[in-house]
């Protein structure tokens, strides 16, 4: 059969994953002077045939919703691609008792071709949340050491916002922001009544052109990719400046199995399934990084056994895979009625919300630890495939009258979606299943997942504050959501926020943690992770640009540890 | 498809212009947009009216569809209906690819014959229109299965083909401009919200 095909070439580092993490590893560390190989386990994209960047839906003979309208659990056919819940042969389980959802996307540029582009900075608090409230741990590392990197990327990537002075959400580097949406200025108006804070959004879409880019085009298409490369995606952003150094190898179609380690305890290279010829191939490297997202990272770390690690590579705390949190979610909407009255005029903006909710009630005592943030959005967006399910949920009959109400209500609704912090817990952490492996060989992740009474108490005060600003507004809320059940309160399954972060996570205490500040391995010097998985708490900010800050910081230790010979 | 990425490479041209020579232009690619429509709705015309083949349905079965649909969303002063709309086409389609929707909507269809043999001694096409008004509005309210439970399989039916022919009618060109979407084109500035009227 098909031997071990070793390449002679040794690399400075191999970089496993090309998305938020490693688009950020391979820009500073080839921009650094280190030869970089990045390996990532699906195809190139093409974002020209690729996107679906001012498409109709009418263009497409399935008008979104793809073969059998099976795209449609997938966010649909105009997604960017490749993101999915299922991959054909490459599985995951979860245990009796947990639903776990896991969104991957196999692709160069990984999610960031078509996440949601909100881009929040975790606030000093959120660094010390267990010496405020006892639960969980800290980070080894304080707000004030990562702020330098915030800026960093922010200037680099372009984030649009405005300087608040909210204490849960600390201002950045920020381009001007968009004009508000009508549907804003509602809910702004309607916050100011309940007292809730309600600011412009901070998303990484550029509203001025930054370092050649082009600035926004106002299609509100962001989740489709963008052609203009207007918005953040690694692929477009982060790769080809590492590209333009001459020090990056991209390696595509390339499913890592193994972290290799030396006699020397090193880690001295990866071993990868190339999936065109199924063969197994080697890269060597003097380091390696990990930033295949977060519990993809703790999969290859489980994977990677040797006699001096029986349970998984830099697993002596046994800290790998345990710690998994996925943000607390529930979703809403309502009918406001004053926007029925509104002339048709264009809607889209950007891609994704102009305004947004930050915690903003920080300075209380609340009947749940820790907070979330409200995105909203609705108006007359782009219509689509269940543009009227919520109407006709209510509405019967047929014919013109159904017709009329349909151009009645078109734009009239605004949703909202809370998302939260969660509270790591015992029940609730990834391990490799005893029996199923993918079609690779590799062996696959089992989940256990549990929401606590925190999260559900957290999906309750949700309801209740959509409710809240929805009849400030003047509007009817139409969710009704179960107190019980598998799904209290609408509280998502969880990974469906695609927030999954601290599987691998950093700590001071090598019996406790992983990773140590700089992202890098207590037990192996040479490997560093660099996703989700060194994240220690999972606060309301959705973690992107948090990884990246991380990734940017621990590269350039990287950088100078290898410059010191400490490699 | 070719024609669409020509025209989206068109597109890119017009913005890249636009940006770097600081083109007055409000909106760029719109004209290259509707070119794209046009294509496609010209391939449609291409192939005459009443042509299509079905790929899932019988001849009978897409008759009754193609009724059913033109009920549902008909034609009015503002714009065509949802046979026009190709909304048939896209259920057809897709039914034909996924076992679920086969069994929601032959079944379906088979059911509504069954109950219109029952009561008119006639399959649903061959009944007189009050009949078939008679059935539908039947069908086409909860609340009546509620009082009569033998209705409830035709009201589950009659929901989803509801829905899945606003899904059709609504994303198609006709159902869009019925709603006065205006977007999918490029500005150089977001305008923001006009005056909001008094809530």
Redesign the interface.
Known sequence: MSQVIRSPKMYDVCVIGSGAGGGTAAKILTEGGLSVALIEAGPPVYP??DFK???????L?????G????AAENFGEFLAPNGAWDIEGEPYTSAPGSNFQWFRSRIVGGRTNHWGRIALRFAPIDFKSATRDGLGDDWPIAYDDLSPYYDKVESYIGVFGTRENVSSAPDGMFLPP?????T???VKKACDKIDVICIPSRLAILTK?VNGR????????CGRGC??ASNFSSSQVMIPPAMKTGKLTMITGAMAREVILGKDGKAEGVSYIDKATRTEKRVNARAVVLAASACESARLLLNSKSPQFSNGLANSSGAVGKYLTDSVGSDGWGII??LE??????????GGMHMYIPWWKFDRKNDFPRGYHIEFGGG??????????DL?HEE?????T??KR??QT??TGIGMAGRGEMIPNPDTYCEIDPSVVDKWGIPVLRFHFKWSEYEIRQAKDMQETFRAIIEAA?GEYKTKTPLGGERPFGIAEGGKIIHEVGTARMGSDPKSSVLNGFCQAHDVKNVFVMDGAPLVTNPDKNPTLTIMALAWRASEYLLDEAKKGNL | MTENSVTRRDILRTLAVGAAGGSVLQVIPAKAAEYAHELVHNEKAASPAGKYVPKYFSAHQYEMLLMLCDTIIPKDDKSGGAVEAGAPEFIDLLTSENEDWQLAFGGGLQWLDNFCSDRYSNVFLDCTPEQRKEVLDLIAFRKNAKQDPSLSQGVAFFALLRRRTCDGFYTSKIGIEDLQYIGNTALREFPGCPPLPEA
């Open positions: 020209e045939k960047m001012l498409m109709w839906p009418y263009e003979p399935h008008r979104g919703i073969v059998g309208g099976r968009p004009k508000p949406r009508c804003d200025l509602i052109s082009l600035p926004c085009h106002y299609c509100g298409q052609v203009t009625p004053q009255k509104m002339p048709p005029h264009n809607h889209d903006g950007v007359r967006d782009m219509p689509g495939v269940g543009e009227f399910n006709l019967e009959g047929y014919g013109a159904l017709k349909a151009r078109y734009g003047g």
